[in-house]
T-cell receptor
């Protein structure tokens, strides 16, 4: 079965500094991986997805993630944090049969001014 | 926001009430999903519909009853709920129920069961 582990439940950075949100996955096949963001009182918005093409995936709002099969990781990064990035971020893996998404527990990103 | 809308946005109900959650997507998709987001727990998939047919029921209690009359609408009928059912219920849609396809989420209905 597929699973994802988000290694930090909370991350705090200063505005203008880099962001790193860590995610490790477990899958018996080549997975599809996603990062979603959820702002307070809002639904989930897709940031980016990996589907076996380029290992470095660029998403919206300056975020990117790198698929590393040898490390079974899919960490999310951004060079410079903005106050509007404060939200909860979910790493997600897709089941190979159909489109059943398995979500990580989430990482809450706090951005300090 | 996205092309997926949910009503109501907030709902408070007693354990003996019957209520329904509604989801509508304006994206021309054929697959729709219900998820439950509880505090301090990962999102849980509840139901999947593909071309109006239920393709997944993730061991959800029968007090939750989904209905998909067409590819654009999805309902979740609630009856005799328990306080532990209080959560954010999220609806999503995708072109089809296939691997790699992006799911688009609505804003959710925050449910409180008293």
């Amino acid at each position: 079965a597929q699973s994802v582990t988000q290694l930090d439940s909370h991350v705090s950075v200063s505005e203008g500094t880099p962001v790193l949100l860590r995610c490790n996955y477990s899958s018996s096949y080549s997975p599809s991986l996603f990062w979603y963001v959820q702002h307070p009182n809002k639904g989930l918005q897709l940031l980016l997805k990996y589907t076996s093409a380029a290992t470095l995936v660029k998403g919206i709002n300056g975020f990117e993630a790198e698929f590393k099969k040898s490390e079974t990781s899919f960490h999310l990064t951004k060079p410079s944090a903005h106050m509007s990035d404060a939200a909860e971020y979910f790493c997600v893996v897709s089941d190979m049969n159909g489109n059943k998404l398995v979500f990580g527990a989430g990482t809450i990103l706090r951005v300090k001014s | 926001e996205t092309g997926v809308t949910q009503t109501p946005r907030h709902l408070v109900m007693g354990m003996t009430n019957k209520k329904s959650l509604k989801c509508e997507q304006h994206l021309g998709h054929n697959a729709m999903y219900w998820y439950k987001q509880s505090a301090k727990k990962p999102l849980e998939l509840m139901f999947v519909y593909n071309f109006k047919e239920q393709t997944e029921n993730n061991s959800v209690p029968s007090r939750f009853s989904p209905e998909c009359p067409n590819s654009s609408h999805l309902f979740l009928h609630l009856h005799t709920l328990q306080p532990e059912d209080s959560a954010l219920y999220l609806c999503a849609s995708s072109p089809q129920d296939r691997n790699q396809e992006t799911q688009y989420f609505g804003p959710g209905t925050r449910l409180l069961v008293l």
